[in-house]
């Protein structure tokens, strides 16, 4: 290995520097915080736990996520935890397994084997909130809610909602009697979004009738609430059991109009993100100019079951690190006061006293070149703080 080898970081893998680094920590406290004030508990997860646990109910594209060790005391498989929620699963099911509604909320970093996409981290900085044991429209519209609040905390601009619904694919591939092999390959076309190679499966691969209709309208069904009424309409009559999943898209997508009138709402039917463990809504925000979600989630009712306590449960998550160079939120900035590098004890009594008051004082030689507001002067026999004068040009 070279030298130059040894100040390389593996890609997508990257260091935070200041400035930056304050910005995120002061944001992280500030999310942290809001979600306090919405009733979400903080929980801290391990970083490393048993594979079998991290991978519960979570399907094969986590697992290939996932960077995996043997633990030497047990010889058991341990993986680096590549997603909090079902580690959260696990706190509501056995750790804590409070009897009524759980809210929880976390702000960790996560490791994946791969980046999700292009511009993904290998190492986000996941910060989420998860909320189990509501059933209704309403515990989606909270959670939902929660994030839009999230992402106005920290400052972002034209932030566009876009939902879905897996259950309403769910409700027609059993009506029409689609394989799981078959599934997956029509999962792999509606990921395209090519509403007219999905037509040509469905004729060749579908012999319901019902169920291929349906098909082809749920692969042109993207668009505003109001323009998608008539073909929820049409779906629900052909596949009946689809029909209480479009109602509750229908709820939803309405009470967040009403609370967000000037959100873009975003109808997508094909959108199957995390569709091995997601069992109803999902959920993504996007802003001009990123093309990922910057903030992602839905309904994951089966989490909890291999933990022995399958109940209701839907969160997001969001890269704490995206949310903060894509939005314009800035900490306040902290008067800088230099005071001489010194012995002097009611010099270091002075210090103390500027510093619980939440200034940041920096002592130094005289020859150390520091951008400052205030500097610590003796006059008098005491020491005082006397406003720094900017260099004149």
């Keep these: 290995m070279t030298l130059a080898d040894r100040w390389l970081l593996p890609d997508g893998i990257e260091e935070v520097l200041p400035p930056g680094a304050q910005q995120i920590e002061h944001l992280r406290r500030r999310l942290l915080d809001l979600m306090d004030n919405w009733g979400y508990d903080l929980v801290m997860p391990p970083v490393l736990e048993?594979?079998?646990?991290?991978?519960?109910?979570?399907?094969?594209?986590?697992?290939?996520?996932?960077?995996?060790?043997?633990?030497?005391?047990?010889?058991?498989?341990?993986?680096?935890?590549?997603?909090?929620?079902?580690?959260?699963?696990?706190?509501d099911a056995h750790s804590l397994a409070p009897?009524?509604?759980?809210?929880?909320?976390?702000?960790?970093?996560?490791?994946?084997?791969?980046?999700?996409?292009?511009?993904?981290?290998?190492?986000?900085?996941?910060?989420?909130?998860?909320?189990?044991?509501?059933?209704?429209?309403?515990?989606?519209?909270?959670?939902?809610?929660?994030?839009?609040?999230?992402?106005?905390?920290?400052?972002?601009?034209?932030v566009h909602l876009d939902l879905g619904n897996?259950?309403?694919?769910?409700?027609?591939?059993?009506?029409?009697?689609?394989?799981?092999?078959?599934?997956?390959?029509?999962?792999?076309?509606?990921?395209?979004?090519c509403a007219s190679d999905i037509e040509a499966w469905a004729e060749a691969e579908i012999a319901d009738a019902n169920g291929k209709q349906a098909l082809k309208l749920l692969a042109r069904a993207q668009g505003s609430v109001a323009s998608l009424q008539q073909t929820f309409a049409q779906i629900a009559a052909l596949v009946p059991t689809a029909a209480a999943e479009l109602d509750h898209l229908n709820v939803v997508a309405g009470q967040l109009a009403e609370r967000y009138p000037n959100v873009p709402l975003y109808i997508d039917l094909t959108e199957l993100r995390g569709y091995q463990y997601h069992t109803g809504l999902v959920f993504g925000a996007y802003v001009p100019g990123y093309g990922d979600a910057i903030a992602q989630g839905g309904r994951y009712d089966e989490t909890g079951k291999a933990f022995g306590r399958a109940r209701p449960a839907r969160g997001f998550s969001a890269d704490l690190r995206v949310l903060a160079r894509l939005g314009e939120y800035q900490p306040e900035a902290k008067s800088v006061v230099i005071a001489p590098a010194s012995g002097d004890a009611a010099l270091w009594q002075k210090v103390t006293e500027l510093r619980e008051q939440g200034m940041r004082v920096v002592c130094c030689r005289e020859q150390d070149s520091q951008s400052a507001d205030y500097a610590l002067q003796q006059q008098g026999g005491q020491w005082q703080l006397v406003q720094v004068q900017p260099d004149q040009d």
């Design 166 to 193: 897996v259950g309403v694919f769910r409700a027609i591939a059993a009506a029409a009697a689609i394989t799981e092999t078959k599934q997956a390959q029509l999962f792999g076309l509606l990921k395209l979004k």
């Design 99 to 158: 009897e009524g509604i759980g809210r929880f909320c976390y702000c960790r970093t996560v490791f994946h084997t791969r980046a999700r996409s292009l511009l993904a981290s290998r190492t986000p900085t996941q910060i989420g909130a998860e909320l189990y044991g509501e059933a209704g429209a309403e515990a989606d519209v909270e959670v939902i809610s929660l994030m839009v609040s999230l992402l106005t905390a920290s400052k972002l601009k034209e």
């Design 50 to 91: 048993y594979l079998d646990s991290l991978l519960t109910g979570t399907g094969k594209d986590l697992d290939l996520r996932t960077f995996k060790v043997t633990d030497q005391l047990s010889g058991r498989l341990m993986g680096l935890s590549a997603d909090t929620t079902p580690q959260v699963a696990r706190i």
